[in-house]
T-cell receptor, first 113, second 114 residues
């Protein structure tokens, strides 16, 4: 069965520091992969997605993610974190028909000034 | 800009009540989804619909039902609300051609059952 694992429940970084959020997936075929961000009290916003081509994808707000098939990973990165990046981040994999997405448990990011 | 609108941001209901959560999209997309979000568990799929009057169970359908009488509206129904259904409920839609489009989410409804 398809699944998504986000190993880090909470991460704290200092403003200006680099960030990497981990995501591992289990999926039999070529996956469609997504990162979403949820600010407090809000719905989820799509940051970026991968479904083919270049394994390094660029998203909004200066985020990027790299698909590594050999490691079944799709880690999210940002070179310099801003205080406004404090939020919860969800990795998801597309599960074939009907456009179903399976989500990880999320990683909550705190940013220290 | 495309929108998925959930009618209530916050709801407080009593145990045993029948509860309706409404979701409306303006994108003419076939697929609509209801998730619940709980700390440490991420988003779990309750039900989804791929066309008018069509529905499929997700991973946690027990205690819920859905209705889709028109393409733009997808309702989640708690037949008899219980305290363990206190949660954040998120509606989303997606294009019908494949999973690579991702979803557009509503802002969520935080339901408290007392």
């Amino acid at each position: 069965a398809q699944s998504v694992t986000q190993p880090d429940i909470h991460i704290t970084v200092s403003e200006g520091a680099s960030l990497e959020l981990r995501c591992n997936y289990s999926y039999g075929a070529t996956p469609y992969l997504f990162w979403y961000v949820q600010s407090p009290g809000q719905g989820l916003q799509l940051l970026l997605k991968y479904f083919s081509g270049d394994t390094l994808v660029q998203g909004i707000k200066g985020f990027e993610a790299e698909f590594k098939r050999s490691q079944s990973s799709f880690n999210l990165r940002k070179p310099s974190v801003h205080w406004s990046d404090a939020a919860e981040y969800f990795c998801a994999v597309g599960s074939g028909g009907y456009n179903k997405l399976i989500f990880g448990a999320g990683t909550r990011l705190a940013v220290h000034p | 800009d495309v929108k998925v609108t959930q009618s209530s941001r916050y709801l407080v209901k009593r145990t045993g009540e029948k509860v309706f959560l409404e979701c409306v999209q303006d994108m003419d997309h076939e697929n609509m989804f209801w998730y619940r979000q709980d700390p440490g568990l991420g988003l779990r799929l309750i039900y989804f619909s791929y066309d008018v009057k069509m529905k499929e169970k997700g991973d946690i359908p027990e205690g819920y039902s859905v209705s889709r009488e028109k393409k733009e509206r997808f309702s989640l129904i708690l037949e008899s609300a219980s305290t363990n259904q206190t949660s954040m409920y998120l509606c989303a839609n997606g294009a019908g051609e494949g999973a690579h489009y991702g979803y557009t989410f509503g802002s969520g409804t935080r339901l408290t059952v007392v």
